[in-house]
């Protein structure tokens, strides 16, 4: 039986997150606002800075799922100004072979259920228009467009969708 295991990532874990991201990186090169060449050059010591954050600056939610022990996917929360009320998902992303399991979900409720516990209003993100399976799931779990397409990455002609999660209905 298969063992699935969603932890926060500690700053002991930085060359565990910098192997996952890099591999995301190749995987899916057209999800990301950077490039497997652009992150690889990085020396350990932004890998490890990325964990910390700065009096006033971030909060966040580094995550990593394991199944049976093997690191399998990632997903990162910020909140980028502790005036903001909404977080930014980031960065999510679950291997080939574990697609399809429920792993993102599993991934994206964590990050949901911690920017509730902030009392925060909102999630956004930015969905690349050229996979219409990620936008459908994002769209299945409530994130709806929020504005206009964005190009994903400086000299690129790929573009991508901002969406916006609302936490809390107004009705209620």
């Not at 699935?4 to 002991?12: A, G, N, V, Y």
């Not at 209003?121 to 990620?134: C, E, K, R």
């Not at 000299?155 to 901002?162: C, H, I, N, V």
Request: aromatic fraction near 8%; charged fraction near 25%.
């Amino acid at each position: 039986m298969s063992k699935l295991t969603i932890r926060e990532l500690m700053e002991s874990d930085w060359r565990t997150y910098r192997e996952l991201r890099l591999w995301s990186l190749q995987d899916s090169p057209d999800a990301f606002d950077s490039t497997y060449e652009e992150e690889e050059q990085w020396p350990d010591d932004i890998w490890r800075s990325g964990f910390t954050s700065k009096e006033g600056a971030a909060l966040q939610l580094p995550l990593i799922a394991e199944l049976n022990g093997i690191a399998i996917g990632l997903a990162w929360g910020v909140v980028a100004d502790q005036n903001d009320q909404q977080a930014c998902l980031n960065q999510m992303w679950v291997s080939p072979s574990a697609r399809g399991m429920g792993i993102g979900h599993k991934l994206m409720l964590r990050v949901i259920d911690w920017a509730k516990d902030l009392a925060l209003d909102a999630i956004v993100l930015s969905v690349p228009t050229s996979n219409p399976g990620t936008m459908h799931f994002y769209r299945a779990a409530g994130f709806q467009p929020n504005g206009e397409r964005t190009e994903l990455r400086e000299g690129t002609e790929l573009t991508a969708q901002p969406m916006r999660l609302e936490l809390y209905d107004d009705a209620a």
